[in-house]
């Protein structure tokens, strides 16, 4: 067809349009061929109506849910942690006192909060790094192409993270023995002195941590390969064609591409290892010792709450500890988000 020649139908359409134009050409009320115009807008808003209130009903049920069961919870423990509660309010409300800001002023000046503290956070900056770094291992060397077995091994390695904590540290308790344990032998056979890993303050919150990073790499170990398998195959290829051997692949090409991955297990992992509970709970009796080395926030809000019956006192310790956490995610969220300004 030429490029001057009409096209066909093109007159009778022009002449219809301009039937029903006005007196400056205007699409007539109605809308042009796309059907748009005030009439469609009004007929849509009685279904939007219908869709909003379809998503209320449809959203309640799980809302009521969050409300009754998280919400609430929450506001009563806030309130708590005004209160004097203790077993004298639990046998009559009448001796339930507002004390204010009063538990937490007495947290602050406690010793034994500070030490919990203390320990939480070694344990965390020292227990989550190396658990990031052992599943990172652990999946690089899953993904590799000579690796064999890779389902065998994945299997083998997330095996512990669905087994019960509780039996695991029971087991690991015997592996601790200073006289019997599995450990201590393997010390022996190689010439190293016995190590009293549960008896000595020095070694007993390295104890914890190796146990919780056995426990804990698979899961991470798992995400982290997810994130290996989403890199593209040609960014390697073009890094060996310009001669990049593996650490340098490894440098420049997965490290910075799993940057959102890593974000992710740290955030969790963090949030995790701050509320350190069971390992200590189990492997010392509830004790946290020796001499409160094992000792965290969540173990002493627990002996507060539930064996002293201190329940305004632990529900600050819980409030406290949820700052902390929350101070730790904002400032890797920062740094995450720095480092991609970069």
Do not use: C
């Amino acid at each position: 067809m030429r490029s001057g020649a009409p096209i066909p139908g093109a007159a009778a359409v022009a002449a219809a349009a301009g039937a029903g134009a006005g007196p400056r050409g205007a699409i007539p009320h109605g809308g042009g061929p796309r059907g748009g115009g005030a009439s469609d807008i009004a007929m849509r808003r009685p279904g939007s109506r219908a869709e909003a209130r379809a998503a209320v009903w449809l959203l309640a049920p799980a809302l009521l849910v969050i409300g009754v069961f998280f919400l609430l919870p929450v506001g009563a423990a806030l309130l708590l942690s005004l209160t004097d509660f203790d077993i004298y309010a639990v046998a009559d409300l009448h001796n339930l006192r507002f004390v204010g800001l009063g538990n937490y002023r007495r947290l602050l000046a406690d010793p034994l909060f500070w030490t919990a503290l203390r320990n939480t956070f070694y344990f965390a900056f020292a227990g989550g790094p190396l658990s990031v770094l052992v599943s990172l291992g652990a999946a690089l060397l899953l993904d590799s192409r000579l690796a064999r077995w890779k389902t065998l091994y994945r299997t083998v390695f997330f095996a512990p993270v669905v087994t019960t904590l509780v039996a695991v540290a029971v087991v690991w308790r015997y592996l601790y023995h200073p006289h019997f344990g599995l450990i201590n032998r393997v010390l022996g056979w190689i010439g190293l002195p016995a190590i009293d890993w549960l008896g000595d303050p020095r070694w007993s919150m390295p104890a914890i941590i190796v146990l919780a990073v056995w426990k804990n790499f698979g899961y991470n170990m798992i995400v982290f390969l997810a994130g290996l398998q989403n890199i593209p195959v040609t960014l390697y290829e073009a890094a060996r064609i310009d001669g990049a051997g593996w650490w340098r692949q490894l440098r420049h090409v997965t490290l910075p591409m799993l940057a959102p991955t890593f974000l992710f297990v740290g955030v969790i992992t963090m949030i995790g290892y701050f509320q350190l509970f069971t390992e200590p709970y189990v492997i010392t009796r509830g004790e946290g010792g020796p001499v409160n080395s094992t000792l965290s926030v969540v173990l002493l809000m627990y002996k507060q709450g539930f064996r002293y019956w201190n329940m305004g006192y632990a529900a600050a310790l819980a409030f406290v500890l949820f700052l902390v956490i929350l101070g730790v995610t904002a400032l890797q969220l920062l740094f995450r988000r720095r480092g991609g300004a970069r």
